[in-house]
């Protein structure tokens, strides 16, 4: 394939997919709307392949791993087997009934489960060492931070209205006034860059996702 | 008969072809050079340079996310801005000869930034220093990718941890790791509620539309630029919305609103 085509292939197919998605959002074209129904259909069919590039990606990997017996091989060895364990039973073994047959149910619910709670439940720590550095009064805008964050922490612990009933209402205010107000100008922002990005590569501008010199 | 847009779609629709056209003029004058937009410095995206130089000097790795946000999905520019930024990471790291671990969510975001890391190697003329498994998918379920990163910075005791694309709940675990193993921190994204995370845990950080603009940023393309340039008209309309919006509010009256709500027509 020559360097042309390689270079500009992929901006057509994104100019033109691009529009259709576009035009599918806004008019209602029984024959267009099915034409981009089937389109998606096969994108998304043709992207599930890439579970197969991720899937040697990490077989490669801790492959070597576990037969240059580097430190920590036996975790590769781990994930290597509840990989293709769960793989083999869920598409080969299950009888049809795939992700619901019962043994991969058990396993899903019993191994994976706790461990992406346990994960999930180290943010409560997370959060609290990183408000800890976040809340030190280094500048006015700190305090402020500060001020307001002490706040809404009382305003929202069943302690603080306990003890001062009007935190409740100033609390909401906060997060509905100020909070928000805020959290709109940046979305309004975001809404617009996405707009600017979405031009951009429609028309091809845009290809630092292609590479560098793209 | 030409198609309309449907009732609920039609203020949209023309805001959309309003604002597209506006961006459209101001990157046909940049890219003509009749108009030579400037873009405001980014302190973020500057300090990358910085973070790569540091991890090289102390002869420790650097990492980079692109988040989790998938590519088909309305937060998929996210990730895109990501691979634009990793595209400068990642010459970076070929040009001072740094290790760079590339972390993946999304299995089809790996072909894409290993192709983007190869071309970076290629580029700085380093060919054979490229290694694609350090471009590593790790799992596509949010928890299971924020542990295998979360392992692999601690493990390879990265010196910067660079995060630009979609975050969800996994941000504060990245930006903590990056915290405990001492690595120069910037991160961006555009979810306004993992945004004060990375306020509060990382040394840089891309506030909303600033990851979008990265690509242009750091390319300096006129016609990128350009399109930068036009959503400041774009802001200055809605700003302008908002103002007449608020006092027609107060006054009761409910045009505006009724307006861009549609429909406008039957």
């Known amino acids: ?214 | 008969m030409l198609p309309i847009p449907t009732a609920a779609n039609q203020s949209a629709f023309i805001a959309l072809v309003a604002i597209s056209t506006i961006m459209l003029v101001t990157l046909y004058l940049s890219l003509k050079g009749i108009r030579k937009p400037t873009i405001r410095k980014i302190a973020g995206l500057d300090a990358i340079g910085e973070a790569v130089g540091r991890a090289t000097e102390m002869g420790r790795p650097v990492h980079f996310t692109p988040g989790i946000a998938g590519l088909g999905t309305d937060t998929g520019p996210q990730t895109l801005a990501g691979l634009s930024v990793l595209a400068y990471v990642a010459e970076l790291a070929a040009k001072y000869k740094t290790t760079l671990w590339t972390t993946i969510r999304i299995p089809q975001v790996q072909p894409l930034a290993a192709e983007i890391v190869r071309q970076a190697y290629i580029k700085a003329g380093v060919p054979d220093a490229y290694d694609e498994d350090k471009i590593i998918y790790l799992s596509d379920t949010q928890f299971a990718y924020a542990s295998g990163v979360v392992g692999l910075m601690h493990r390879e005791k990265v010196a910067a941890n660079i995060m630009i694309g979609g975050f969800w709940a996994e941000s504060l675990l990245f930006a903590e790791a990056g915290f405990l193993t001492g690595a120069i921190q910037v991160a961006g994204t555009a979810q306004t509620s993992q945004i004060p995370f990375f306020v509060a845990a990382c040394d840089y950080c891309l506030i909303g539309e600033e990851i979008l603009a990265a690509g242009a940023y750091l390319s300096k393309d006129p016609a990128q630029l350009g399109a930068i340039w036009g959503q400041d008209y774009a802001k200055a309309i809605a700003m302008v919305l908002i103002a007449v919006g608020v006092v027609l509010a107060l006054a009761g009256d409910n045009t505006l609103w009724k307006l861009l709500s549609g429909p406008l027509w039957k």
């Not at chain 1, 691009?18 to 029984?30: E, R």
């Not at chain 1, 280094?138 to 922490?153: D, F, H, I, K, Y």
């Open chain 1, 1 to 214: 394939m020559s360097v042309t085509i390689r270079r500009n292939l992929p901006l057509v197919i994104t100019f033109i997919a691009g529009l259709l998605a576009m035009g599918d959002y806004y008019f209602k074209v029984a024959d267009f709307n099915k034409l981009v129904t089937d389109w998606m259909k096969f994108v998304n069919v043709a992207s599930s392949f890439a579970v197969i590039i991720g899937y040697a990606t990490l077989t490669r990997i801790h492959a070597r791993k576990i037969m240059q017996r580097k430190p920590g091989w036996y975790n590769s060895l781990a994930l290597i087997f509840a990989m293709y364990a769960l793989l083999i039973w869920g598409v080969f073994l299950s009888g049809g009934k795939f992700t619901a047959e019962s043994t991969y149910t058990y396993w899903f619910n019993n191994l994976y489960v706790p461990l992406d709670s346990t994960i999930f439940s180290m943010l409560a720590f997370y959060i609290t060492s990183s408000a800890y550095r976040a809340f030190r009064v280094r500048s006015a805008e700190a305090t402020v931070l500060l001020v307001s964050a002490v706040v809404v922490m009382f305003g929202r612990a069943p302690v603080g209205p306990a003890i001062w009933p009007s935190i409740g209402p100033i609390t909401s205010w906060i997060m509905a006034v100020p909070n928000t107000a805020g959290m709109r100008g940046i979305l309004i922002g975001v809404s617009l860059g996405v707009l600017s990005m979405g031009i951009r590569l429609l028309l091809g501008r845009e290809r630092g996702y292609l590479g560098p010199g793209a």
